[in-house]
């Protein structure tokens, strides 16, 4: 498996793949901001924003591939706020159906968390369904639990869920 950092045209090349993350990820029941009857329109939408995002610096965008597939993909949104420059939020951590509890979850963060210390980033943050398995994923690799709030987001079928709350401090103090 290889882990590897897209830019905004090696993101144009495996867009494609990218849906299909996304589209499995969200028929499987994750609550990633859709629901069911996701489209090709909402996809290029959503995909053309984070590329945008990419571009513009504001995101980082790593895949896990293996045999020359996408099967995982993790996003860093870095806080573009001049008091925040120490953080980032990991989003949208997606790994096929066909690839869970493989390692691709745990070598996508692990990478993820080399990239944000390259970019001085060092309190990542999340949130994950409450009481999925994300949250073993997440205690494993070393992030604190903070809480849950209730009722947070719809999951693609239409049952409001609680999402939990997730960090960790890379370094001990944010480096300027």
Not at 56 to 82: D, H, I, S, T, Y
Not at 127 to 151: C, F, H, I, M, N
Request: charged share 25%; net charge positive; glycine share 10%.
């Amino acid at each position: 498996m290889i882990i590897r950092r897209l830019d905004a045209r090696a993101m144009r090349e495996v867009r494609t793949q990218l849906a299909t993350l996304l589209l499995d990820a969200v028929a499987d029941g994750f609550s990633l901001g859709f629901l069911a009857g996701l489209d090709d329109e909402q996809l290029d939408a959503y995909w053309s924003g984070v590329e945008r995002d990419v571009a513009a610096g504001g995101r980082v965008l790593l895949v896990a591939e293996r045999n020359g597939l996408l099967v995982g993909a993790v996003q860093l949104e870095l806080c573009q706020k001049p008091n925040g420059s120490n953080r980032a939020e990991l989003q949208k951590m997606l790994v096929h159906c066909t690839m869970r509890r493989r390692g691709v979850g745990t070598a996508l963060l692990q990478a993820a968390e080399v990239e944000a210390l390259g970019l001085r980033r060092g309190l990542l943050f999340l949130d994950t369904e409450a009481g999925s398995g994300a949250e073993q994923l997440y205690g494993k690799a070393g992030y604190t639990r903070v809480g849950e709030l209730p009722d947070y987001a719809c999951s693609p079928n239409g049952h409001w869920r609680p999402t939990a709350i997730w960090y960790k401090t890379l370094f001990p103090r944010a480096r300027r």
